[in-house]
């Protein structure tokens, strides 16, 4: 998995999730300027593996009734990655480092 499409996969998990509470609105902030853009429609998806991630990103953002998306430049995101890469070796630890569970 690449690093954008990481970045898709997270945010199709967060929206997944989110769309259990049926919010008013919902504030999309990612460090991610790529994601951003392609989902504001600033940006064309050319890669056929992000087109699949990023068509499931659009029909989950259309579930909403209103949706923003903001760009967090990575020097301000610091906390948030400190606690991805936590969640991510907890996630690691759960599954014996293997990536799958058993």
């Known amino acids: 998995m690449t690093s954008f499409e990481a970045e898709y996969a997270a945010l199709v998990l967060g929206l997944t999730t989110v769309k259990r509470f049926n919010p008013a609105a919902v504030h999309v902030f990612m460090d991610s300027q790529g994601v951003i853009d392609q989902m504001t429609g600033q940006r064309r998806v050319i890669s056929q593996g992000l087109k699949v991630w990023h068509n499931q990103a ?34 690691e630890k759960g599954n014996n480092g293997t990536g799958t569970s058993s």
């Open 58 to 91: 659009c029909h989950l953002a259309h579930q909403f009734k209103k949706i923003t998306f903001t760009h967090i430049p990575r020097d301000f995101n610091q906390l948030a990655d400190a606690l991805a890469g936590e969640a991510w070796a907890e996630a």
